[in-house]
Structure formats: structure tokens, C-alpha cells
């Protein structure tokens, strides 16, 4: 039907100037504004004008089986990217269900953005469906949660928390928007992206310079806030110009290739030990660290990071830089080498490390070599390192048999290894491996999994079937929660709660959802089942029977 032509005129200016659309639409302008691609969500009818408004934005949406899952695969999505990861939990129970992820993610420093559903203004209090005010719960875990009270406030509010998560030192950040306000129709812009800074070095730089120009057996111990502060280039040059051995942990895997010749794990006991000073990057001082005791007693720790630790330390820095990590470490260079150190004063230093390093590397060989059935854990990574590409992301959701990959998986690059980080929560994985294989669908992408930890997350293989994520899964299948049993049995001569079903059949869960299943009992059988598991071309478990009598070498559980 022809339009009357005042009607016309209207409906091009209000293009012009944006017009009046629904709330969904400005969620979806504005997340489309910053970049964002891809909401990982599960449906809600509290979400349904986001999911309008991202259809028309061209935004994917990628839906989960939980929402816990949704938010760890925004979360894998921001840990492989380094951009903010978004998803959209319905109002209720679905903000609830997200907050484990939530919670890591802050211990993460992860830039992840929940957006929730919230049950409608107009009757706040009268018992709407999945009424519950989110916020009070979800601040103490983010940097900014807030609830949109106006629909034309939306862009600024939401544009607001993208910035603010990725803003460093970056965490997660919360907006949700009641049904009515959503729903309802307003004309607003999209706030321009705040401008990029360059991030100032730390004031001490040159008293952090000093002391390591000065010392005989200087260390690096980087984590994750290195990676967030994409500082692996200062981090290559500092230690090579100073000759400094790298330690990494966290995300800060893979900052320093494994195979540098700086880059050391198993010598790391010796080495922070043994350290008279060291430059603590972008990791605090927790119970990775021993609480600062894996340090020795004489060493001098600097510490820098891109905020003040927000850890009650046990042990506190000699110096505590905090400032942007890249230049920082740029600035310690410049001067620790214009006061005339160099890398020849470490060589000692460095090679002793490498001797203890080759030696324990020698001493792991007995056990990756176990030809056991079922397998020694520690077998399965030795076929499995053959068939990973350099840049595969390699995540671990498990208890022990995640500890041993831990030790021998190497990580090459940058944003190459996750796992639930500090906060440790079990089934993080399937959802982490979501979000990375969406960031790089070109790479290959492996969750490890104990079967204990199959049980939370499982059924996301189906999520990887229905949006076609061909994710290997390989599964150390015991029988037993392996770090709670074996450390029951150490305390109290028996063990409660520790038992899962031997042998159950995982790999044929997973070909019922429509994957590929593996079912590995001998070592000889191994190799080929990964080569198949790889080639499926479709999520696959490769189900492998490990040996539950294997007690893993561990030294502290709880503390
Ligand atoms: C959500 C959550 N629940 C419980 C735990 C405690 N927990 C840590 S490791 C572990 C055992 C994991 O068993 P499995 O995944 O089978 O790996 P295994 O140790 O047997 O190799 C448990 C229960 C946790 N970390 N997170
Ligand atoms: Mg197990």
C-alpha cells in the first residue's frame, strides 16, 4: 500500500536520527556498536527483544543447556580474544544459575558482561514471575551492576558496562532490564567509545630496575593479568634483555613460548626458591604461590600489577608496582640495561635451572610411558601432545587428571590454555571450549575432562551439535572424583562421596546428542581414536579408562 507522503517523510528522518525502536533493538545497537558478535544466552521470554533486536543487528545468538554455561562460554570467548564476552541470562533463576561463572570470572579478571531479565518495574514487589532483585547479590562479583530504569537510558547504561569490563584492570560487569522498560520503545544514540589510552608505567620503575640489575638469580613469575594486559612482546624483550627465567601461570601461559629458551615449569620450585629477586607480573600472591611461601625466605619480591592486590597477603612485597604492565616492564628494561645489566650475568643462574628443568623432565618419561590398562593419566597426554597443533587451545575441567596436563601439556602462545582459574569451579570447561571455538573456529580446540566434572556440563556437547563446534573432548574416566578420594583416604584411612560410575560410557552420551564417541581401554588404541576423534569433523568425547589407583603426587589440598 502506497504511503501518505507526511507518513514517508517521518519514517526517513526517524532513520536518520535512529527513531523510536523497542529496548532490545538499542541493547542490540549498542552491543553491536563495541564489536560484540556473538550473545551466549538460554531462552527466557524476560530476553525476547534482545533476541530481536540481535537478529536484526546481525548478532549471533548461541544458545546453551544452562545457564552457567552460557556465561562460562562467554567468559571462553573473552579469554580467547581478549574482547568483552556477553551473554543474556533470563531474570530469576537464570541470573542465579550464571553466578559460579560470574564469580570466576572475577578472580579472572575476565571481561565478561552478563545482561539479565528482570521482572517488569511497573509492578516491583507484587510477586512477578522470577522476581528477585539481582543486583545486591551480583555487585560484590563485578565491577559495576546497575538496572535500567528508562528505556532511552539503555545505550548509555549498557555501552557503560562493555567499557567498563574491559576497561584494565578488567572484570566482569552487570546490567539487567526490567521487562516493561525493555519492551517499551524509546529514541536513543549509542555513547561513542570512550578514546584508548596509553597506559602509564608504574612511579617505582626504577628502583624495580635497580634491584634486579643488581641481582645474581632474578626470576619472572607472570599470570593472568599480563595476558589481559597483552604485555607478552615487554615480557619477551625484558627477559631476554636481562636474562631473567619465566615462570607462567594462569592465562599467562603461553605468554613466553614453552620452548624459549627462558621459559621454564618444572624447575619452578628451585627457581622461586632459589630466586634472590623476583618481578611478580600480573598474578597475586594466592595459594598458587604458596601465599608467597613458595618464594624463599631471603628473596626479594617486586611485585607488579595493573591494580593494588586485592589479597589480605600473608607476605607482603619488598616494592609494589602498580601501573600498565607493558610499560612498565618497558620502563624497568630501558633502565636496568642503561645502568649497564645485561643477560651475561644470569648465564649461571640460567643454566642450573635448565639442568634441574631437563632433569625432572627425564625423571616424567617412566609414566608417560606406563603402557598400563587402564592408563596411567599421565599416558594419555603423551598421544595426545603428538596430535596438537602449536596454537591449539587446550582447556581443563577436572581434578587430577587436569593437574597432570597441567604439568606436561606446553602452551606456545598466548591464550592457548584455560581453565576455571583461582576459583576452581568444576564444569567450566564445555562452555569455555564454546566460546573459544566460536573466537577460532580455524583452531583446534581440546576441553580435558575427569568424569567427574562430565556431569555439570555435559550435555553441552549437544550445544556444540546444534551450532557446529567440532570440540575434541578427552576424558581421563576413573570412576572416582580423584581429588577428593584419594586425599580422603590420605586423612581419615577411607573415603565418603568419592565414587562415580566405572567405565560408564560418556563417549556413547555423546554420540546419542550427535557427536562422535571414542571409547579408548588400552594404550595401543589411543592414537588412532584421537586421529578419528580430530578428523569427525563434529564435537567429539574420546572416553579414555584411567587407572584409578593413581594417586597424584599432590602437596596441599585445601589451604
Ligand atoms: C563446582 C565444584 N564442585 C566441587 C568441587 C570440588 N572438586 C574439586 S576436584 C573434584 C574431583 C573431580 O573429579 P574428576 O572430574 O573426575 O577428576 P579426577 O580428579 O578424578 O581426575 C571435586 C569434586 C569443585 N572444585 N567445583
Ligand atoms: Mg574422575
Redesign the pocket.
Known sequence: MAKAPEQATTEAAEQETGGAVHGGHLVARTLSARGVTKLFTLSGGHLFSIFDGCKDEGIDVVDARHEQSATWAAEGWAKATRSAGVAALTAGPGVTNGM?AIAGAQQNGSPLVVLGGRAPEMRWGSGSLQEIDHVPFVAPLTKSAETVKQTAAIPEVTAHALDTAIELPSGPTFVDYPLDVVFMEAEAEVPAAPEQRDGAAADDAEQAASLLAAAERPVIMAGTNLYWARGEGELRQFAEALGIPVFLNGMGRGCLPADHELAFSRARGKGLKEADVALVVGVPLDFRLGFGGSFGEDTRLVQLDSAPSRLEATRQPELALVGDIAATLGAIREQATAGGASAEGTKAWVDDLRATESEKRAAETGDLDDERAPLH?LRVYRDLMEVLDRDAIVIG??????SYAGRVIETYEPGCWMDPGPY????AGPGQAIGAKLAHPERQVCVL??????G?SGLEFDTMVRHGLPVVGVM?N?G?????KHPMEFLYGYSIAAE?QPGARYDQVVEALGGHGELVREPAELPAALERAFESGKPALVNVLTDPSVVYPRKAVLA
Open positions: 559460579s593419566p575441567d577436572g581434578g587430577d587428571f587436569v576452581g569451579c568444576l564444569g575432562l575427569g568424569d567427574g566434572a562430565f555439570f581421563g576413573n572416582i572424583w580423584g581429588l577428593e562415580l
